[in-house]
């Protein structure tokens, strides 16, 4: 599957992202345009690849894969040249973000050069990297006529100051309690104990007595179908409520790991666009 439109290289169009089916799918590719990315698309992209990742990640037997492709310089932007498409940038940070969320998944972001050169042999060059992507690929990879380039962190020295942070401030994480932002908030925390507000959309569910200290997702669920079976639970209805125990856990542990570093912390659930519940 492909997204967005892309003439000579897309294979399926996607006119919205309730359109998408991802039902049989082992891949998930984005491409950006060639001629201007807007902020919209990069939305658009995020809530395809969360779902994608819902509705097939837990399903297949092998990784599947994820991958961005953008079309800046073939070095992600550090050639120096001038940018033609330069938000179109944003599509590797969404794959390097979804490396770190979802580890199981081969994610991997691609940069091609494509000054002067065939769609079809651009074509060429990313389907070689879409065959030969495996778990431990590197999630960045540059394309240039007749060349790979790889990114290579540097160690430079962090210039050091003395933080105006205090005890008394508080802060607002939005983006949930869970993976980047959590530990964002976990590291804020051990520098400075103050107050930390984590806003995300997720639910902080009360879990019942009868699943405590179970942790084995089949068991899990075994015990979800036995208390829920005067509702005569769908399979799909279990793992739904599965899904957000495993949540809030996830949440939990969060909050538990903040209070434990000496900061206070609050959880809420609200979708950070509604200007009403925010």
Known sequence: SV??????ISTTLFTSVESVNFKNACGLIILASRQRTLLSDLKESVLIAK?????????????????????????????????????????????????????AMICRAIDVNDADEKPEFLAQMIATEILASHINSPVEL??????????????????????????????????????????????????????????????????????????????????????????????????????HITSSREIQKTLNTIEKEGATVRYFSVDVTNETAI
């Open 51 to 103: 779902q994608f990742h819902n509705e097939v990640a837990t399903k297949t037997k092998q990784p599947p894969l994820f991958m961005t492709i953008s079309f800046l310089d073939g070095i992600f932007g550090f050639s120096g040249a001038p940018l033609q498409n330069p938000m179109s940038g944003g599509y590797a940070g969404l794959s390097k973000t979804a490396k770190q969320e979802w580890p």
């Open 142 to 243: 540059g394309l240039q006529k007749n060349r790979r380039v790889l990114l290579q962190l540097e160690k430079t020295p962090f210039p050091v100051s003395e933080s105006t942070l205090s005890n008394a401030d508080v802060f607002v994480f939005t983006g949930g309690a869970k993976g980047v932002t959590a530990e964002c908030a976990i590291a804020l925390a051990k520098t400075t104990p103050a107050t930390i507000l984590l806003l995300g959309r997720s639910k902080l569910l009360e879990e019942p007595e009868w699943l405590t200290g179970v942790t084995q997702p089949a068991r899990m669920k075994a015990l979800l179908a036995e208390h829920m079976k005067n509702e005569s639970p769908t399979p799909a209805r279990i793992e739904e409520v599965y899904r």
């Open 3 to 8: 997204h967005p439109h892309h003439k000579n």
